[in-house]
């Protein structure tokens, strides 16, 4: 049997809630839902606070089993009983966590869905210390530059994850890595993957002490993809969605390379133009398990 | 100078447009508005009247370069005088198509965002007919089986247009190629790659007229899709977002590969994993070009 939480007394709700305590809240007028709502919703209040929020117990467990710092569990009324949810709850508890018992209409207020994930935790952002990359010790890292779409930049994460990527550098104006329609699209993986920013300026000063070859993907590159010299260590760099990488970017490059096109399309997806990219780069090296 | 359209007079608006008029409307209750704003969000709605919505310039004018039928074409009264604009808005004309010349109220209410698209169209959907797939003109076809996400979908036929492939068939209850979503991430291609449907029982009967190789990926695949042989025709097949193939799909596969993954990540996107698989089935046939 998974343990049951002790609830307080849901007369209590207007009052902050003590780390590790389990609270009812039925309103969504709530100031612990507003919060979250706005840090669901606003990268400002995301970026103040530090925090953001993933939806739906798949999220959760992974973020809870890979140690990220959990501040809040929120978790339907309905779904209480739920071993998995009961689990994870025990384990907020244990963390220090507020966990809170919230009915469907809180639900939806925080999701902004009619059909609402029944779990949502409030996490800590963790960005990885750009001084802490070490190319002898992680050979392949991926600098995006000025992405702009949460959904391309979850699912580029997800990918590296899945090729076994070192790390990702964000790079000047990019969409936010914890917005929670990327955190969805991360599938999880945001949870194992380091993610760096920096400043173009400072990226292109950092640059200078990557000792291995830096790769940009562009329309214009001169070198099929399948042609290029992967060696360890290598950056790969891919530009925005609307214009590709800028010629201060391309400059800074080792090879701009070129995935080739057959039809009318006269790109690729990021997202899909990255996987292909990482799966070429690490064409030598992935082993099929199993 | 670009051909200014002739306008009708305001107060007719409510009254029907007859083809290749131009007429002013300003009130979102119109009910030609009220028919594209259900065409755009209602998949009912469109399958009905055998029409979709495209929004954006880049997306109208790609269509009427590809010839597809269009009914009705809405631009902003602001952007009335851009060459381009005016230049689309003749074409439409000249092919029997209302124009309407719209405000932002107009055009909000239609695309259902704060800052609309400034033309948006109205076409004839076209499926490619099923029984004109020909493996010996057109060897590279994609079956996608009951895939659900709009957005991942056009991704796919992007995708699918970029590497040369000959069309897509889509399986069972899959998401609506035509949703505006899908259109637009397509990025115009949904426009050239020829796509079909199938109920999975037909399409399991067809198969066995299919005289090359049908791979399925599949994450238990057993050979590594860098080692399988590709030869013309291939059927690519791939599965949902959730589950994968079905097993009554698998069975009809002559190969079973997988793409190896290093990493926490469990899975890939299925836009991601197609572009792998794509662009190692075209791996030798695929040339750089400029």
């Known amino acids: 049997m998974s343990p049951r939480p002790p609830h307080t007394d849901a007369a209590s709700q207007a009052g902050p809630a003590k780390p590790g305590q389990v609270k009812s809240i039925t309103s969504v007028s709530n100031p612990m839902i507003k919060e979250i709502r ?18 739906g117990l798949k999220l959760i467990t992974d973020a809870m089993q890979a140690d990220w710092p959990i501040r809040t569990l929120v978790f339907g009324a309905e779904v209480r009983e739920q071993p998995m949810v009961a689990q994870a709850a025990a384990k907020a508890r244990a963390r220090g966590a507020t966990v809170l018992d919230v009915n469907r209409a809180v639900l939806t207020a925080i999701t902004r869905r009619d059909n609402p994930q029944m779990v949502v935790g409030v996490f800590e952002q963790q960005w990885f210390d750009t001084e802490r990359i070490d190319p002898a010790r ?15 930049l979850g699912t580029i ?18 969409t936010d890595p914890f917005a929670v329609e990327a955190v969805r699209a991360t599938m999880g993986s945001i949870f194992h993957m380091p993610i760096a920013r920096m400043t173009r300026e400072t990226f292109l000063k950092w640059r200078k002490s990557w000792p291995g070859a830096v790769i940009g993907t562009h329309l214009e590159g001169s070198i099929d993809y399948r042609k290029a010299a992967y060696t ?22 080792t090879q701009l390379v070129r995935i080739p096109q057959a039809g009318q399309a006269d790109s690729l997806n990021l997202a899909v ?3 292909v990219m990482l799966y070429e780069i690490r064409r030598d090296k992935l082993v099929l398990e199993g």
Do not use: H
């Open 138 to 152: 992680g050979p392949l890292w991926i600098g995006l530059d000025t992405i702009r779409d949460p959904g391309n």
């Open 157 to 174: 994460i997800r990918t590296a994850d899945a090729v076994g990527a070192d790390g990702i550098i964000l790079i000047g104006d990019t």
């Open 38 to 55: 706005a840090l669901a919703t606003q990268r400002k209040r995301r970026k103040e606070a530090g925090l953001f929020v993933a939806e």
């Open 273 to 275: 133009a990255t996987g």
């Open 232 to 253: 360890d260590p290598t950056l790969l760099l891919m530009g925005t969605e609307q214009s590709g990488l800028p010629e201060e970017m391309t400059a800074a490059c």
